[in-house]
Structures are given as C-alpha cells and as structure tokens.
Nanobody
Framework: QVQLVESGGGLVQPGGSLRLSCAAS????????NGWYRQAPGQQRELSAL???????NYADAVKGRFTISRDNAKNTMYLQMTSLEPEGTAVYYC???????????????WGQGGKVTVSS
C-alpha cells in the first residue's frame, strides 16, 4: 500500500510564495505521471501542473511561469513551488501520483489529503 502525505500549505500574502510537498511511502518500483491539482471554493478540481515519468512538465495556463513542479525520485517526493501568488490561487491543493508497486508490478494511483492555500492580505 502507498500513502501520499502533503505538507506546506498555509496563508500567504498576494505576491508571496509557498512550496508544497507530497511524500510517498510504500513499496514503489517505478514512478509514472504525477501532478498537482487545485480545487477552489465552489469549483471543480482542476489540474495545475503535471510531471511525467520522464521528468517533462506541463502547466495550466493560469499558473504557467509562476509555478514549478519538480520531483526527487530518491525521496519519492514531489514539490510545487508557487510564486507570485494571487487571491485567485486560494484553493485546496491535492497531489496525485501513479506508481508501479514492487509486488509484481501492480499499478497504483491515489491522492494526497489536500493542503489549503489561502492568498490574502
């Protein structure tokens, strides 16, 4: 079984920065595509950033140039560096990860518990 544990959310002023982390624990053989999603109040969950198995990245237009997704494969940890945060960035941020497990190759996909980010002065 795999667990994803998020950390790093909180309150930040407009224009500020935060870094979110998503640490995976469990018997992971290999990493597939991972991503960060956000869900603003009253809105559907939407993709913010994606990092593929080969390290290539993709970003939603709303965050392009301000957010950076990265991953430390040795630590099984993914990050989202957020800069120039705007009030519209207030949301619960969720990490999503896909792995192949070290149990014969079972595919696993799951979500972190979510971290609230509030952008306000």
């Amino acid at each position: 079984q795999v667990q994803l544990v998020e950390s790093g959310g909180g309150l930040v002023q407009p224009g500020g920065s935060l870094r979110l982390s998503c640490a995976a624990s469990g018997s992971i053989l290999s990493i597939n595509d991972n991503g960060w999603y956000r869900q603003a109040p009253g809105q559907q969950r939407e993709l913010s950033a994606l990092i593929n198995y080969d390290g290539t990245t993709n970003y939603a237009d709303a965050v392009k140039g301000r957010f950076t997704i990265s991953r430390d494969n040795a630590k099984n940890t993914m990050y989202l560096q957020m800069t120039s945060l705007e009030p519209e960035g207030t949301a619960v941020y969720y990490c999503n990860a896909e792995f192949v497990l070290d149990d014969g190759g079972t595919a696993w996909s799951g979500w972190g518990q979510g971290g609230k980010v509030t952008v306000s002065s």
